[in-house]
């Protein structure tokens, strides 16, 4: 088996956060929010377009709980901007930056990355593309 890429990732969010997640994913992040079938009532979830690859998908939960250091430590997106371009552009939606590592290893190789942690508690990694 030789695996491609990751497809999606499934996050499970508060009952009453969708438009929260809408903000911040789509408004602040400026990630495509795609939920159509969602409003619909023809898909339990709403997706995040990271890429034409990739998404995430956000399933809204009365069950929901943060996610802790002992189940949860992030995702990782690569975004075509630089560090600096990746800061600023967080400064100016408002987003509170975790930590910045300037050449974290991941699939891609070594490259700088800023981590935030979106409404929910989840830790979100934007890496700079190699």
Same mark, same amino acid.
């Given at each position: 088996?030789?695996?491609?890429?990751?497809?999606? !990732?499934?996050?499970?969010?508060?009952?009453?956060?969708?438009?929260?997640?809408?903000?911040? +994913?789509?408004?602040?992040?400026?990630?495509?929010?795609?939920?159509?079938?969602?409003?619909?009532?023809?898909?339990?979830?709403? /997706?995040?377009?990271?890429?034409?690859?990739?998404?995430?998908?956000?399933?809204?939960?009365?069950?929901?709980?943060?996610?802790?250091?002992?189940?949860?430590?992030?995702?990782? !997106?690569? !975004?075509?901007?630089?560090?600096?371009?990746?800061?600023?552009?967080?400064?100016?939606?408002?987003?509170?930056? /975790?930590?910045?590592?300037?050449?974290?290893?991941?699939?891609?190789?070594?490259?700088?990355?800023? +981590?935030?942690?979106?409404?929910?508690? +989840?830790?979100?990694?934007?890496?700079?593309?190699?």
């Amino acid at each position: 088996m030789k695996a491609r890429h990751i497809d999606h !990732v499934n996050l499970r969010i508060p009952e009453d956060g969708v438009e929260t997640a809408r903000e911040f +994913y789509g408004d602040e992040l400026g990630f495509g929010i795609e939920d159509a079938l969602f409003e619909a009532g023809e898909k339990p979830f709403l /997706d995040v377009r990271l890429s034409a690859t990739g998404v995430i998908h956000l399933w809204p939960t009365a069950e929901f709980e943060p996610p802790t250091a002992t189940n949860y430590d992030h995702v990782c !997106v690569v !975004v075509e901007e630089s560090l600096d371009a990746i800061e600023a552009e967080l400064d100016a939606a408002g987003i509170e930056i /975790d930590r910045t590592l300037e050449s974290p290893l991941g699939a891609t190789g070594e490259a700088a990355a800023v +981590y935030v942690r979106d409404p929910f508690g +989840y830790r979100i990694e934007l890496k700079a593309r190699v």
